[in-house]
C-alpha cells in the first residue's frame, strides 16, 4: 500500500502542489530524517514532480511538518490541552488553503501524520481544509511473528521468515526497513520476533546481537522489539538443574539475560511466553502459578522498564474439562496476582482462531489484570494462502462484542482499551501473516488483514468499509468502480466462508495438524479435544456442543447478560447455535429450516457464492495490472474447488448422522 503512483485526476493533482510547495519537515532525530525521505518519495511517485524536502523553514514555506517544540509556528497551532491529550503518538493536522500543517509532541508522531497525510494523498481525499487530531486507542500495537530460527514459519503460509539470521548481523536486507515502514505507516509500534513456540537459542549471545541489530532498524520507525521466551531456557542454556520460577538461581538467570539484552537494546519491549501450553514448559512443571512464571520475568524486566506478555492459551492434555473452559479456570483466580508491568495475551475466542467465534470469556472477568487482544492474521483455519478472506469485519465483530462485566455497552474493546478498568498497558496484537514471498503475504488480498491490523490497533471504531476503501485505492486503483466492486466482494468474504466451512456455530472440524481443508470425521488422536468430533458431536439426535448448563457449561463464564443471547436455544444468535447447543436435526430454524436443511443451505450458499466472487472479480480485468488480476483469478478458481469440498465433505459427512437427503433442486454432491 505504499505504492506512490502517480495520481491520474488532474484537477486533484494541480490541488495538491498547489498546497504541497517548499515543504519542510523539521528534526534532526533518524526519525525526522525517515519522514523526510518518505515524504520525498511519496511525492515524486504521487505528482512525478521531484521535491526538496527542507529541514529548515524559509519564507516560502507553506507545508511545515515537526514537532510542537521545534517551532512557534507549530506550537501556535495547538493548545495545551490537545498537547497532552495527544500523547507520545497522537498527532494533528491542520490545512486551509496554501497551508498546511503537521504536528506532535515527537518526531514519531509526525512521522504518522506524514503517513496519515500521504494516505489521503494516496485515495485522492481533499486536503485544502484539514482539522485531524488523531489518537491511538491502544498503547501496543503488535505483531506476533511465530518465525522460527531456521526460517520455517509456524502457520506461514507466505514463503518463509524474512528473519535471515544466518546473513546477520552484518546484512540488513531492505526488506526489514520496508517492513519497518510498512508498519509505522499503520500504526504498528512492537513486534516479537520469534514463534512462540520458543526456541532457547534466541537469548544467546550470538542470537542477541542479530536481534540488536534489527532492533536498531526499526527504533526510528517507532518500534520495539520483544522475544519470546522459552520459559527452560535457563536449563537448556544456563545449565541450571530447574527453571522453577521462586528459585533465587532461577531468578538471578533470568536478571542476568534481561540486563544482558537491555545492554544492547536499551528499549527492549520484553518477553512474550506461551508456558504449559501444548507442551511448551512453564512455571505449572514446578507447581506454581502463570502469575508465578510471568512476575518472575516481570521483575528481571522492570528495572528497564520492560514488560512481559503471558499468553493465557493453556489447556490441558489432561484436564477432562472443556476446553473451552481451561483459560478461565487457570487464569480468573490469579486476577491480581501480577505485577504491574505483565500483560496477559487473550485469543479472540477460546477455541482457537475460528473463521467464527464467540468473544473469549476472559474479556471481562480480569478486570485488575490489563488483557492484550491476539488475533490472527495469518490464515491458519480460514484456507491458508489459497482463500480471499477480509479479516476486518472478524476483528470488529469481537471488538464490539459486549462482555455486559460493567453493565451494557462493556465491549471488548473497552476491556483492551483500559478504558473500562483504568488500565494504562494496553494492546492488541495479530500473529502475523508476512514471509518472504514476493507480495509479503502470500496471497495478494491477504495484506489487506495486516493492513487491517494496524488500523484496528489505532482505531477500533474504523469501519471495515473504510479500510477496505482505502487499502484498496492504495494498494490497486482509485477506479471508483472498481473500488466500489471488490470492496463489495472483500466485506462479503468472511461471511461466505463461514457458510461453506464453519456455518451456525461449527468450529475446529478441519483435517487435524495442519488444519488445511475439511476433516470432520477424525477421531483416532489420542488427546480428545484435537480430533474435531470432539466439537461437532454429531450423533443420529442432532449435531453441536451443548455448552449449556445441561451440558458443559462452559456457557457459565459468561456474565449472565451476555449468555442471555446464547442460553435458550430458540432464541440462540444462530450464528452461534451449534458452539452452545447440540440441536436436533430437525430443530427448527428462524428461517423456517431444519437444522439440516439449514446446513445444505449455508455449505451451498457459501460454495456459490464463491462463484459470484469470481464473476465479480472477472470485470476488473481493465482495471489493474494483469499479474495481480490474474494472480487473484487462478486463486479464486482454486477457492472455489475447495469451497465445493468443504461443502461435500461435511454434508456427506454429516448425512450419515442425520439420514436426510440433501434437496433435489440442489446439485448432489460428488462423492468422490
Ligand atoms: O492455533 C494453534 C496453532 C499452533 C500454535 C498455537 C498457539 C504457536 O495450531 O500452531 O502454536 O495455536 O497459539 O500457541
Avoid at 373 to 389: D, H, I, K, P, R
Avoid at 605 to 616: I, L, N, P, R
Amino acid at each position: 500500500w505504499l505504492r506512490y503512483v502517480p495520481i491520474k485526476n488532474k484537477s486533484l493533482l494541480l490541488e495538491y502542489k498547489k498546497q504541497i510547495v517548499s515543504p519542510v519537515v523539521l528534526g534532526t532525530s533518524a526519525t525526522a530524517a525517515i519522514a523526510r525521505k518518505e515524504l520525498s518519495v511519496a511525492l515524486l511517485g504521487l505528482t512525478g514532480s521531484s521535491y526538496l524536502i527542507n529541514s529548515n523553514i524559509n519564507t516560502s514555506s507553506v507545508f511545515i511538518a515537526g514537532t510542537v517544540k521545534s517551532s512557534a509556528v507549530l506550537s501556535a497551532l495547538v493548545t495545551k490541552e490537545e498537547l497532552n491529550r495527544i500523547g507520545n503518538e497522537g498527532f494533528i493536522i491542520k490545512a486551509k488553503p496554501g497551508k498546511t500543517f503537521i504536528t506532535g509532541n515527537t518526531d514519531l508522531a509526525v512521522l504518522y501524520g506524514i503517513f496519515h497525510y500521504l494516505r489521503l494523498l494516496q485515495t485522492n481525499q481533499k486536503v485544502i481544509n484539514l482539522n485531524v487530531i488523531s489518537i491511538p486507542k491502544l498503547k501496543l500495537r503488535m505483531l506476533n511473528h511465530w518465525d522460527n530460527l531456521n526460517r520455517t514459519v509456524e502457520r506461514g503460509y507466505a514463503g518463509f521468515s524474512i528473519w535471515d539470521w544466518h546473513r546477520l548481523p552484518t546484512f540488513i536486507d531492505q526488506r526489514y526497513i520496508d517492513y519497518a515502514r510498512a508498519n509505522a505507516s499503520i500504526g504498528i509500534n512492537a513486534v516479537a520476533l520469534t514463534n512462540v513456540n520458543a526456541n532457547s537459542i534466541i537469548l544467546t549471545p550470538a542470537y542477541l546481537e542479530k536481534v540488536k541489530k534489527l532492533a536498531d532498524v526499526f527504533r526510528p520507525y517507532g518500534i520495539k522489539v520483544f522475544l519470546t521466551a522459552r520459559f527452560s531456557s535457563p536449563i537448556e542454556l544456563g545449565r541450571l538443574k530447574t527453571a522453577d520460577p521462586l528459585d533465587a538461581i532461577v531468578q538471578q538467570w533470568w536478571t542476568a539475560k534481561a540486563n544482558e539484552i537491555y545492554s544492547l537494546i536499551p528499549d527492549f519491549g520484553g518477553f512474550l511466553v506461551k508456558a504449559n501450553s501444548e507442551g511448551q514448559p512453564g512455571p505449572q512443571d514446578y507447581k506454581r502459578t502463570h502469575a508465578d512464571g510471568a512476575n518472575m520475568l516481570a521483575n528481571a524486566v522492570a528495572p528497564h522498564k520492560g514488560i512481559v506478555i503471558w499468553r493465557a492459551f493453556v489447556y490441558a492434555a489432561e484436564n477432562p474439562v472443556d476446553r473451552h473452559m481451561q483459560a478461565n479456570d487457570d487464569f480468573v483466580p490469579l486476577d491480581g496476582k501480577f505485577n504491574s508491568n505483565v500483560m496477559v495475551q487473550v485469543k479472540n475466542g477460546a477455541i482457537d482462531f475460528m473463521p467464527r467465534e464467540p468473544f473469549h470469556p476472559l474479556f471481562g472477568a480480569m478486570p485488575k489484570t490489563p488483557l492484550m487482544m491476539e488475533f490472527q492474521v495469518t490464515q491458519e483455519y480460514l484456507g491458508q494462502a489459497t482463500n480471499w478472506v477480509f479479516l476486518a469485519p472478524l476483528f470488529k465483530e469481537v471488538l464490539d462484542s459486549d462482555t455486559y462485566a460493567k453493565g451494557k455497552g462493556s465491549t471488548v474493546a473497552k476491556v483492551i482499551d483500559g478504558s473500562l478498568d483504568d488500565h494504562t498497558l494496553t494492546g492488541m496484537t495479530g500473529v502475523a501473516n508476512i514471509g518472504n514471498d514476493i507480495n509479503w503475504t502470500g496471497h495478494p488480498m491477504a495484506q489487506a488483514n495486516w493492513y487491517a491490523l494496524g488500523r484496528l490497533a489505532w482505531d477500533y471504531n474504523i469501519t471495515s468499509d473504510t479500510i477496505a476503501d482505502e487499502w484498496l485505492r492504495m494498494t490497486f486503483s482509485n477506479d471508483a468502480a472498481f473500488v466500489k466492486s471488490t470492496k463489495q466482494i472483500m466485506l462479503r468474504t468472511r461471511e461466505i466462508m463461514v457458510d461453506y466451512m464453519n456455518p451456525i456455530g461449527l468450529h475446529h472440524i478441519m483435517a487435524t495438524g495442519h488444519h488445511y481443508g475439511p476433516g470432520p470425521w477424525v477421531s483416532n488422536l489420542n488427546r480428545p479435544e484435537w480430533n474435531p468430533v470432539y466439537y461437532h458431536k454429531a450423533d443420529s439426535v442432532g449435531i453441536g456442543f451443548n455448552r449449556t448448563a445441561s451440558g458443559s457449561n462452559a456457557i457459565g463464564q459468561y456474565h449472565p447478560e451476555a449468555r442471555k443471547q446464547w442460553e435458550n436455544i430458540s432464541t440462540c444468535n444462530e450464528k452461534y447455535l451449534l458452539w452452545f447447543h447440540h440441536a436436533s436435526w430437525n430443530h427448527k430454524m428462524k428461517s423456517g429450516r431444519s437444522v439440516w436443511n439449514e446446513l445444505v443451505y449455508r455449505y451451498y450458499t457459501g460454495a456459490d457464492s464463491v462463484k459470484w466472487m469470481k464473476q465479480e472479480w472477472l470485470k476488473q480485468q481493465s482495471k489493474i495490472d494483469a499479474q495481480r488480476f490474474n494472480d487473484v483469478s487462478m486463486l479464486l478458481d482454486t477457492q472455489l474447488e475447495e469451497a465445493k469440498w468443504w461443502r461435500n465433505a461435511c454434508l456427506l459427512y454429516f448425512q450419515t448422522f442425520s439420514k436426510q437427503p440433501i434437496p433435489s433442486n440442489y446439485e448432489q454432491p460428488d462423492k468422490t
